[in-house]
């Protein structure tokens, strides 16, 4: 806790991130064991950099939906939420307010051959592009983990067609749209 005081007060580029994450993202998920797959510290910083720096470790207010898209504050603890790059790569480093407990960390890969500019843009690069046209009509998307739920008045039959076609899924009876990759 004294060095992230210390890097808050100094003002400093910083992220916190685990260093198994960074080894997932450097071994493009073969490894994440630090001990299995050591990196040079010359590597790293010529290799990693901060992109959108750390808002610091902290305590913060999140808005949940329920399923009814009723929206509730709680408090989360949460390690500062970042931007790196991994080599020619891009990865938020966050947590997923959803999560058990207090929220789950993670470390999602964008997919974008450009830097995000902010937080913001970098939570939304993770959206599928149906998500993002739902939430621009109004829609109430709620979201757990990398699962997007969007209201919709289609028909089974009409859902059905979309798994034939190969843009969504079923599994335990429920039909569902394909997702991004996490690590």
Same mark, same amino acid.
């Given at each position: ?53 750390? #808002? ?6 999140? #808005? ?120």
């Amino acid at each position: 806790m004294q060095v992230l005081s210390s890097l808050e007060d100094a003002h400093a580029r910083f992220a916190v991130v685990p260093f198994h994450s960074i080894v997932a993202a450097w071994t493009d998920g073969e490894s994440d064991d630090w001990d299995q797959a050591p990196l040079a510290i010359s590597d790293l910083q010529r290799e990693v950099g901060i992109i959108v720096p750390s #808002e610091g470790e902290r305590w913060k207010e999140v #808005e949940v939906k329920d399923k009814y898209g009723h929206t509730d504050t709680t408090t989360i603890h949460t390690l500062g939420d970042s931007v790196l790059r991994v080599k020619d790569r891009f990865y938020l480093s966050a947590v997923d307010e959803t999560g058990l407990g207090m929220g789950m960390y993670f470390l999602a890969e964008l997919a974008t051959d450009r830097a995000p500019a902010s937080l913001q843009d970098a939570f939304n690069a993770l959206k599928p592009p149906a998500v993002r046209e739902a939430e621009a009509q109004g829609a109430s998307v709620l979201r757990q983990g990398e699962w997007f739920a969007i209201p919709t008045k289609l028909l089974t039959s009409e859902l059905m067609r979309d798994v034939q076609r190969g843009v969504a899924g079923v599994r335990a009876r429920r039909a569902q749209a394909y997702q991004g990759r996490t690590r």
